[in-house]
């Protein structure tokens, strides 16, 4: 796991994954989404060509954290077996979260 920087738990972080597993065809990229919405994170999410899911989440540390941990639950669709991740700052730049095709 990637270690979150020096931070208040209310500053705002990205957190961007790459999550290998059995994660295309099992509703993962929407559930994703569905999780992001109840967070209250922007970004979005995405299939990659080699099977695997990518995603940029970005919100409040305290937040990210518990999305970051969600993605490892058994909660989280289909199969996850790894998830390849790093934390930086934020950008602003999305205003909800999506699905990128």
Same mark, same amino acid.
């Given at each position: 796991?990637?270690?979150?920087?020096?931070?208040? &738990?209310?500053?705002?972080?990205?957190?961007? !994954?790459?999550?290998?597993?059995?994660?295309?065809?099992?509703?993962?990229?929407?559930?994703?989404?569905?999780?992001?919405?109840?967070? !209250?994170?922007?970004?979005?999410?995405?299939?990659?060509?080699?099977?695997?899911?990518?995603?940029?989440?970005?919100? &409040?540390? %305290?937040?990210?954290?518990? @999305?970051?941990?969600?993605?490892?639950?058994?909660?989280?669709?289909?199969?996850?077996?790894?998830?390849?991740?790093?934390?930086? %700052? !934020?950008?602003?730049? @999305?205003?909800?979260?999506?699905?990128?095709?």
């Amino acid at each position: 796991m990637a270690e979150f920087p020096e931070a208040e &738990p209310g500053e705002f972080v990205r957190l961007t !994954a790459r999550v290998d597993g059995v994660v295309q065809g099992v509703g993962f990229r929407y559930w994703t989404v569905r999780k992001a919405e109840e967070l !209250a994170l922007t970004g979005t999410v995405r299939n990659n060509d080699d099977g695997s899911v990518g995603l940029v989440a970005e919100g &409040p540390q %305290a937040v990210v954290l518990e @999305f970051r941990e969600w993605l490892r639950s058994p909660e989280a669709p289909g199969r996850v077996e790894t998830v390849e991740e790093s934390v930086s %700052a !934020a950008t602003g730049e @999305f205003k909800g979260f999506s699905v990128r095709f």
